[in-house]
């Protein structure tokens, strides 16, 4: 059986990350910009030749929308199975849903929890500090959010491994891959760089995850410079 690795991609730039708004269940689409780096990734992992067998993304459109240029770009639409995963949706921020980042993250948490930068806090506090000043009810505490994301990426690299193993494409959100990762390595503790269009590799073996890289942006680095080059020759 072939080894089963899971390829997890940042989505691209959308609008609410241009003007600094916390997305979590809420959506907005890829601006221009954000689509061009999703064209340079997928011009990137076709030019790094990866066999991929499957992809999965979550349900909201940002990544749906990333999916659909990678698959195009890859020369993959409708030729390979493609599944949604609604476990790997980013955290949801309950009441701050779609509210600006700065004051929710620069103000009301650091406020709550006493600390003067939310980048000192573990994912776990981080999450618990959400939990704590949602008004509405939505945002889940840890142990939910950390379990409910650990089942949807080990249920994707199952169903892989049940196929014969291979190489899945999967399209999910920063909180969320910074969540898979610290807890298949907990000296991941917050805010690894995981910038829009990165690729982030885990390998699945004998019912385990093994974090191969964090962040990755060489592929989408190399995609543009295929897409300057083509231009320049011109």
Do not use: C
């Amino acid at each position: 059986m072939t080894e089963t690795k899971l390829y997890i991609v940042r989505h691209g730039k959308t609008m609410f990350n241009t003007i600094g708004r916390a997305q979590g269940w809420s959506d907005s689409p890829l601006t221009e910009q954000g689509e061009q780096g999703i064209h340079e990734l997928g011009i990137g992992l076709r030019e790094a030749a990866i066999p991929f067998v499957q992809a999965y993304s979550s349900d909201s459109g940002r990544t749906i929308q990333t999916m659909t240029i990678l698959l195009e770009e890859l020369g993959l639409a409708g030729k390979i199975p493609y599944h949604f995963e609604k476990r790997i949706r980013e955290w949801g921020f309950g009441s701050f849903d779609g509210a600006y980042g700065g004051d929710l993250f620069h103000g009301v948490i650091p406020r709550v929890l006493d600390v003067e930068d939310y980048k000192t806090l573990t994912l776990e506090e981080f999450a618990e500090g959400i939990y704590a000043v949602d008004t509405a009810g939505w945002a889940e505490p840890w142990s939910q959010l950390s379990q409910r994301i650990l089942a949807g990426f080990t249920e994707i690299a199952q169903n892989v491994e049940a196929n014969g193993g291979g190489n899945a494409l999967v399209v999910s959100h920063s909180l969320t891959i910074w969540t898979i990762a610290s807890l298949i390595d907990p000296s991941i503790v917050l805010n690894p760089s995981v910038k829009n269009a990165s690729v982030t590799v885990v390998r699945y073996k004998d019912h385990q995850f093994q974090l191969e890289t964090v962040g990755d942006t060489s592929y989408q680095e190399r995609g543009h410079e295929i897409l300057r080059g083509n231009s320049s020759s011109h």
